[in-house]
């Protein structure tokens, strides 16, 4: 879908830290990224950080583009182009900006605005991991083919992207999200508390009260991997709690809506770490009133990056059955599944990708109806 495009649109992944920059033609890049400051908590500072970059991005490209499309963290009013609400990587916004119509008013282009997660889950729907997974699936002789996807991003925060049926999910209210279902360590606590940078810091150092300020997450994995000087076991434990309560959130999400996972972000250079726990929350049990087991995911889960697991996956228990009274037979598999990988374009590209389908698709959709 639109991978051989010629229409450019600009984009923008805007993070806490960095507003990043671009440009899309065919779903890929066509200049550098430009990376400015976020500056989330000056509103007058960031618009003008926002208004430069696009500026930029215009200037370069060969031709105008023909729209912004881009993502922002936290739930907003997206369709009206209005962020606002509970933003805390960008305080500035939280009483409503009008965004969208802002960037119509200076640039002359629409602009679609969306959750980051959103972004991210249609980008690897699109051009990423599901296309990925089905033509893997096709080449071992797998009759399947996979059509529903969560996204999910590990990093600052806990974000969530849901593509079903080959489309993306925006819900009623463009807030379709898991971060702040109870957390499976203190269930008054929101699960991001324990799925985000913060979270692996925070628990190293109530592990090893001795550790020195100022530690990033790569810093503990390095600890965890013998690289670094500190308390292994307490840097294991931290990815392995983060791990815990990732899964616990999935599994919750995998259930309601049947679909795949892919994770991507900056946290998932420690999949290592963090993976087995994550799995085992999600492959866990409940029980019945009379003391029966059965799986918190009504699937078997499979880790898409283990080539025997995918092996498995991709061809199930499929067998033959013989229609009752004829000679016919069809193939019958009972084995429900679905399975996790981690991004391969990276969350980044495939945020971007996602704005530039999203926004070639709507004025397409806009353009038949006229």
Do not use: W
């Not at 899309?24 to 926002?50: H, R, V």
């Not at 679905?338 to 996602?354: R, Y």
């Amino acid at each position: 879908m639109y991978i051989h495009d010629d229409r450019i649109v600009a984009t923008l992944d805007a993070g806490g830290t960095n507003l990043v920059f671009g440009a899309m033609k065919g779903c890929e890049y066509i200049i550098d990224p430009i990376t400015i400051p976020s500056c989330g908590d000056n509103l007058d500072l960031c618009l003008k950080a926002i208004a430069d970059g696009f500026t930029t991005v215009f200037d370069l490209c060969e031709t105008k583009p023909i729209a912004i499309s881009f993502a922002f963290p936290g739930p907003a009013n997206y369709k009206e182009g209005i962020v606002g609400g509970f933003l805390p990587n960008f305080p500035a916004f939280r009483d409503g900006v009008a965004l969208g119509p802002f960037l119509e008013d200076k640039f002359g282009v629409p602009v679609f605005i969306n959750n980051d997660g959103d972004l991210f889950a249609y980008g690897e729907a699109t051009v990423g991991v599901l296309p990925e997974i089905n033509r893997r699936v096709a080449e071992l002789g797998g009759s399947r083919r996979y059509a529903n996807l969560l996204g999910y991003t590990f990093g600052t925060g806990f974000g969530i992207g849901e593509v079903i049926d080959n489309r993306l999910n925006l819900g009623n209210n463009s807030c379709v999200e898991t971060f702040c279902l109870p957390s499976s360590y203190d269930n008054s606590v929101m699960a991001e508390e324990y799925v985000a940078i913060r979270a692996i810091v925070r628990e190293y150092v109530r592990l090893e009260p001795t550790a020195p300020q100022g530690l990033t997450p790569k810093d503990i994995c390095e600890i965890a991997d013998g690289k670094r000087d500190g308390n292994v076991e307490a840097a294991r434990e931290s990815f392995r709690i983060f791990g815990q309560a990732a899964g616990d959130a999935m599994a919750t999400a995998v259930t309601l809506t049947d679909s795949l996972i892919v994770v991507g972000g900056g946290l998932t250079g420690a999949s290592r770490h963090f993976m087995p726990a994550l799995l085992k929350s999600l492959r866990s049990t409940v029980k019945t009133l009379n003391g029966e087991q059965l799986g918190r995911v009504q699937m078997d889960v499979f880790d898409l990056d283990d080539d025997e697991q995918f092996r498995r996956f991709a061809l199930g228990d499929a067998r033959q059955l013989k229609v009752y009274g004829s000679e016919r037979v069809v193939t019958y598999d009972p084995m429900k599944r679905t399975g996790i990988a981690l991004s391969k374009i990276g969350a980044s590209k495939a945020i971007s990708a996602g704005a530039y389908t999203y926004a070639l698709s709507q004025l397409d959709k806009a353009e038949a109806q006229d």
